[in-house]
């Protein structure tokens, strides 16, 4: 084989290259590798690790687990847990393959090894459901040798010699969520999810919902069985997952990933009425607990599950040699992006029963059985263009347009780019062909570019200095991947989310004015910034279609929105100044910052003069406001449409004054802590006179903090006061200090 060139620079010791191939998959942002190029250091470092002599080996092997236990375990996290992979399957899987074989090795040095986490630990909000018998996984083969080492295995274990047939079923392996369903004399009484293999949750509700799934056996069955356990795979049809995620997208939700977490997350609804909504189907491969049937191979089972009412995959295929197996891998492949769901490989399973119950299996997977996995899917096609988007927190994102293709059956036009430095890495320009690789991801990727195809006069492409939407600058900080748009407010691409911000609980907490119903206002076209807030009620008095007219609205409702939104045209500076939604101003800088100029006239003065190069070091005297602060806000003062933004919002609020730290306050600068019970006031109102008084309230007694208010029934945080020697307040004491 020849040698693959390693990821990074220099050559490093192999614990170095794990480390940095750990880091890599978890680092989605910043990740400076692609996929393609993170699975060639893995096959690199399998290669290294083979090339390895045994004893060398054991010595170093052991420190490569635990980064690698690491990686996989959070990868599993946002796999299983959260429907939301980082990475893709095939990348997974590599992964986890580096792992088995680094156990593998080590097993043979006598040294054991973590096992990795399998399915996740059932939820609690669903009822726990023990499987009769464990719900396995199955080991993967990647290429030809595995699955012919598969076959080897099978016979050495039943004492086969080479020239004797093993018929072999093979099953096309759905990208879905695997289930157990069970029927007593016939009638579907509970589903299950697989959850960890032993404990899977109550999914019976939720399983009704699925697509022509059977609530009882079919009556023409030669007879109905007293037990049937019945397994296999829910998933959900690319069309079915399109028309999902434009539902989504239009009600303001994120979109799924891919088909195979949009079934998990439908399925697992502790409302069923929205699994009904979401055409969830399923086919069945196996069967768990049973009595009262029999079956004598694998694919008589599925066609007896067929006859008994259930959906069983049409593309099945009985082989009986490796080259049948391998010749139906390569047609499969083939027909794969015609499909209108996802299959990931094919699952080879021994046909005779009797020979899959007499093979059995290991702890975690049958020997009876092995995945072949497709590797991930990948088309070649023109960049036709590259759009910039602006997201809700105003990262530019370059998006290449691409002449259309389909690829894993769903037709690909778009494809991120992610940023300049992906750009710059791939050299990707607009008239390139490229290779794009949608591995289970809704967004598919640019892999490569093939510049033997690369037409004459293309140019590089530069994320453009200004935002396309509003036109304010864009600006990269240093060390940061995104390049964003500093328009914040006025940048129509920002401004829901900012407006979701403008009256969020910290800012002007406008009591039923929550993010659902700015988001309505937004699209209904009544609110566009900030300052039509405090117009609505007098828009509304001429309005055609007033408010209390509208569905879900009355008199009253309206009424108390427009009272409350009212309350709140009197509003605190600070609160004020973190409702603008100021990159890294949040609420604790915004009240420093309020509380060092004390009125909103000095502090927009002092803005404007920042804009101008001045006062800078003023704003940087402040204990808690570095130069990001004052950069960030020297940014957003030099927008003209902020200033007048703030202008009109100044002549509709009167916004208050901010209690000045005051030098002699015997509260300025120091750190305290509230503890116990106070009688005399409430512990947020205790903290909220404290920083009034220019004090900082911390959560915790440590040699820093300057004294304790103690309360009745203080605990712990007394105790380590006095143990520290920290000055402790009685309640007497301190309603003395803050009147004084
Ligand atoms: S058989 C006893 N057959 O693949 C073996 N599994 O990676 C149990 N899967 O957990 C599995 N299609 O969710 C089997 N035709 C098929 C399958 C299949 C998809 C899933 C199943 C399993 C996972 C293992």
């Known amino acids: 084989m ?77 796999y299983e847990r959260d429907n939301a992979p980082l990475i893709s399957d095939s990348l997974y899987d590599q992964l986890r393959g580096l792992y088995e074989s680094l156990a593998d090795l080590l097993m043979k040095e006598g040294i054991t090894v973590p096992a990795l986490p399998v399915g996740f630990t059932a939820d609690s909000t669903f009822a726990p459901v023990t499987h009769k018998k464990p719900m396995l996984s199955l080991d993967n083969g990647f290429n030809e040798d595995d699955i012919a080492k598969f076959l080897e295995r099978v016979r050495k274990f039943l004492g086969l010699a080479s020239h004797d047939h093993v018929d072999i079923l093979c099953e096309p392996k759905i990208d879905g969520l695997s289930f157990s369903a069970t029927f007593l004399n016939g009638k579907f009484v509970q589903g299950a999810t697989r959850g960890d293999g032993e404990v899977g949750e109550d999914i019976t509700a939720n399983l009704k919902h699925v697509v022509s799934f059977p609530h009882h056996l079919n009556t023409k069955t030669p007879s109905i069985p007293h037990r049937l356990e019945v397994r296999g795979e829910v998933y959900m049809s690319h069309h079915d997952f399109l028309l999902l995620n434009q539902r989504q997208e239009r009600e303001g939700k994120d979109p799924f990933a891919n088909p195979r977490n949009a079934a998990a997350g439908s399925l697992r609804q502790l409302d069923s009425a929205v699994t009904a909504k979401r055409q969830l189907r399923y086919f069945v491969y196996a069967v768990g607990d049973y009595e009262g049937i029999s079956f004598t191979t694998q694919s008589d089972m599925i066609l007896q599950l067929q006859q008994a009412g259930f959906c069983v995959n049409p593309l099945n295929r009985l082989c009986t040699s490796l080259e049948e197996m391998l010749a139906f891998y390569q047609d499969l492949g083939e027909q794969r992006s015609a499909l209108d769901y996802d299959i990931d490989g094919l699952v080879y399973k021994v046909n005779r029963l009797d020979l899959q119950a007499r093979l059995g299996h290991s702890t975690r997977a049958p020997r009876f059985a092995i995945a072949h996995k497709f590797p991930a899917e990948q088309a070649q096609t023109i960049l036709e263009d590259i759009i910039v988007q602006v997201g809700r927190t105003g990262v530019l994102t370059p998006v290449a347009v691409l002449k259309p293709i389909t690829v894993g059956g769903v037709v690909v036009s778009r494809a991120t780019l992610h940023n300049q430095d992906e750009i710059n890495r791939k050299d990707v320009r607009i008239g390139d062909t490229v290779t794009i690789q949608r591995a289970g991801d809704v967004i598919p990727q640019v892999v490569r570019v093939d510049l033997h195809k690369r037409p004459v006069g293309t140019t590089h ?236 309230v911390a959560s915790a007694v440590s040699a820093k903090t300057d004294f304790v208010v103690a309360g009745s029934e203080a605990g712990s945080k007394l105790t380590k006061a006095q143990e520290l020697g920290v000055k402790v307040l009685t309640e007497d004491e301190w309603v003395d200090v803050v009147n004084s």
């Open 2 to 78: 020849p040698h693959q060139p390693a990821l990074f620079e220099a050559p490093s010791p192999l614990l170095q290259r794990v480390e940095r191939v750990c880091r890599h998959t978890l680092n989605s942002e910043k990740a400076t590798a692609t996929e393609a190029t993170i699975q060639k250091e893995i096959t690199s470092i399998l290669e290294s690790l083979s090339q390895t002599p045994p004893k060398e080996l054991a010595q170093s092997a052991g420190s490569l687990i635990p980064p690698l236990f690491d990686t996989i375990s959070q990868h599993h996290q946002y």
């Open 461 to 696: 492409f530069h994320l453009p200095k200004h935002c396309p939407i509003c036109h304010a600058e864009a600006i990269r900080e240093e060390g940061e991947a995104a390049t964003r748009c500093s328009g914040g407010i006025s940048c129509p691409a920002q401004l829901l989310e900012q407006l979701r911000h403008f009256v969020s609980r910290d800012a002007f907490d406008i009591e039923g004015l929550g993010e659902k119903q700015i988001t309505a206002f937004f699209e209904a076209g009544l609110i566009h910034s900030p300052a039509d807030i405090f117009t609505l009620q007098q828009r509304d008095t001429t309005s055609e279609t007033p408010l209390r007219t509208w569905e879900g609205w009355g008199e009253k409702s309206a009424d108390n929105l427009f009272k409350a939104i009212q309350d709140r045209t009197t509003i605190k500076l600070h609160r004020f100044m973190y409702a603008l939604g100021i990159r890294f101003v949040g609420e604790k800088g915004a009240k420093l910052i309020a509380r060092h100029y004390g009125s909103f006239n000095r502090w927009f003065e002092a803005m404007q003069e920042l804009v101008h190069g001045q006062g800078a070091d003023d704003l940087l005297s402040i204990d808690g406001i570095g130069p990001k602060v004052v950069d960030s806000l020297t940014l957003f003062f030099k927008n003209k449409k902020h200033i007048s933004l703030i202008a009109q919002l100044g002549a509709l609020l009167t916004i208050e004054d901010e209690n000045q730290i005051q030098g002699n306050s015997p509260l300025a600068g120091k750190t305290i802590v509230l503890t116990g019970t106070l009688t005399t006031m409430t512990r947020q109102e205790a903290k909220a006179r404290a920083e009034a008084l220019g004090a900082k």
